[in-house]
């Protein structure tokens, strides 16, 4: 499995990016997929997630409102899209994956619980 992240780039505070994250391998519908970044000096933090068995969407409280996460099986990609952008949602984005069924509600926002991961995509946002 391989994950393909793109979409980042320089935007100012209160625009708009879209990240896609294409997913190579098996088809997405084999997958439950999630977001995380990460700032300069700080961890990895969960973003948002899919688990298609359930059709559960998650956000961390930060991006709620603000950030959608969705999927185009047709293209086998993963989309964020990421409104009123603030500096602080500045970070390398990452896409990540695990086979439908193996994250528990538990460990949706854990990176631990994803076992496929994509390369990052810089966002940065300027006041």
């Known amino acids: 499995v391989q994950l393909q992240a793109s979409g980042g780039g320089l935007v100012q505070a209160g625009g708009s990016l879209r990240l896609s994250c294409v997913v190579s391998?098996?088809?997405?519908?084999?997958?439950?997929v999630g977001w995380f970044r990460q700032a300069p000096g700080k961890e990895r933090e969960f973003v948002a997630a899919?688990?298609?068995?359930?059709?559960?969407?998650y956000y961390r409280d930060s991006v709620k409102g603000r950030f959608t996460i969705s999927t185009d099986n047709a293209k086998n990609t993963v989309h964020l899209q990421m409104n009123s952008l603030k500096p602080e949602d500045t970070a390398v984005y990452y896409c990540?994956?695990?086979?439908?069924?193996?994250?528990?509600?538990?460990?949706?926002?854990?990176?631990?619980?994803?076992?496929?991961w994509g390369q990052g995509t810089l966002v940065t946002v300027s006041s």
């Open positions: 391998g098996r088809t997405l519908s084999s997958y439950d």
């Open positions: 899919f688990r298609r068995g359930v059709s559960n969407t």
């Open positions: 990540a994956a695990n086979a439908r069924g193996r994250i528990i509600t538990s460990s949706i926002t854990n990176p631990s619980a994803y076992a496929y």
